[in-house]
């Protein structure tokens, strides 16, 4: 993969999102810069970001997967944002653990998503919609692909399930 560049997302309510150089083109609002790597540990984290400057984002999640498979999930959730994550841990966990808090579960749950890490969690609901603008391997797991972001696709699917 070459040298990556790392971000970390740290754990709680005052959760931070560091980036150490080279992450990005620009710190992002939001971000935070560590100039020393070390300086990313220094509190729990929640996820690791990683990016390579040789690699693209499909490649180096395959890689990264192949590394660690069973020990941390790994996907990506846009642009340069490829995640390390605890085993287990995806959109459709925290989802079941809504629906078990609010009363309501799969079968009677709609989810939209554009990225891979959105994949297990239109697997778990009960009707999973891709948005036309998704990534090709989303849109393969999807029950119904939307029109894009631009064209009001969660609009469009929403004002015809629930007219």
């Known amino acids: 993969a070459g040298p990556l560049a790392l971000g970390v997302v ?3 309510l005052a959760g931070e999102f560091l980036v150490t ?3 990005g083109e620009r710190v992002r ?20 970001l990683i990016r ?12 990264a997967l192949s ?3 069973g020990l ?22 925290g989802l079941a653990a809504a629906g078990r808090r609010l009363g309501f579960d799969a ?9 891979p890490n959105d994949i297990p969690m239109l697997a778990w609901a009960g009707h999973g919609v891709a948005m036309g603008n998704a990534h090709p391997e989303l ?15 969660v609009a469009a699917v929403l004002e015809r399930l629930f007219p």
Do not use: Q, Y
């Open 10 to 12: 740290t754990a709680g």
């Open 21 to 23: 150089p080279g992450f």
């Open 29 to 48: 609002h939001g971000w935070r810069l560590v100039e020393d790597a070390a300086g990313l540990w220094a509190r729990p984290v929640e996820k690791v």
């Open 52 to 63: 390579s400057r040789t690699l693209d984002d499909d490649s180096l999640a395959a890689l």
């Open 67 to 69: 590394v660690c498979a």
């Open 72 to 93: 941390i999930g790994v996907t990506h959730s846009g642009e340069g944002m490829v995640e390390l994550l605890p085993d287990g841990v995806d959109k459709a966990s």
């Open 107 to 115: 079968a009677h749950t709609v989810a939209f998503g554009d990225m």
């Open 139 to 153: 849109k393969r797991h999807a029950d119904e692909i939307a029109p894009g972001n631009e064209e009001d696709g």
